[in-house]
């Protein structure tokens, strides 16, 4: 069983930068592919970001790329997401997910959300 908690979510300026952490309780975490969703008021969930278990591997959605950044920490259980140029369609709640098979599709275990809001 995996347990996947965020933080730092938050309000931020359209142009500015945030942070996003997700810390996992979890044995062999560097085993699990991670992955950041996001969700805004009357849309569907989007993918917005993934990583293999060793880091070596990542991958954007189209809305993102270039201005997002995943990254890892193995040795701290925690996945993290840089966001840059935010705008106010990164306004959602944003979910960290795990996957067990490490291939960035089964993400069977996820956080309870943290909101990120962007002003105009």
């Known amino acids: 069983q995996v347990r996947l908690v965020e933080s730092g979510g938050g309000l931020v300026q359209a142009g500015g930068s945030l942070s996003i952490s997700c810390t996992a309780f979890?044995?062999?975490?560097?085993?699990?592919?991670m992955g950041w969703f996001r969700q805004a008021p009357g849309k569907e969930r989007e993918f917005v970001a993934a990583i293999s278990g060793n880091g070596g591997r990542t991958y954007y959605g189209d809305s993102v790329e270039g201005r997002f950044t995943i990254s890892r920490d193995n040795a701290k259980n925690t996945t993290y997401l840089q966001m840059n140029s935010l705008n106010a369609e990164d306004t959602a709640v944003y979910y960290c997910?795990?996957?067990?098979?490490?291939?960035?599709?089964?993400?069977?275990?996820w956080g309870q959300g943290t909101q990120v809001t962007v002003s105009s």
């Open positions: 979890a044995q062999t975490f560097s085993k699990y592919a």
């Open positions: 997910a795990a996957d067990p098979e490490d291939r960035g599709i089964s993400f069977d275990y």
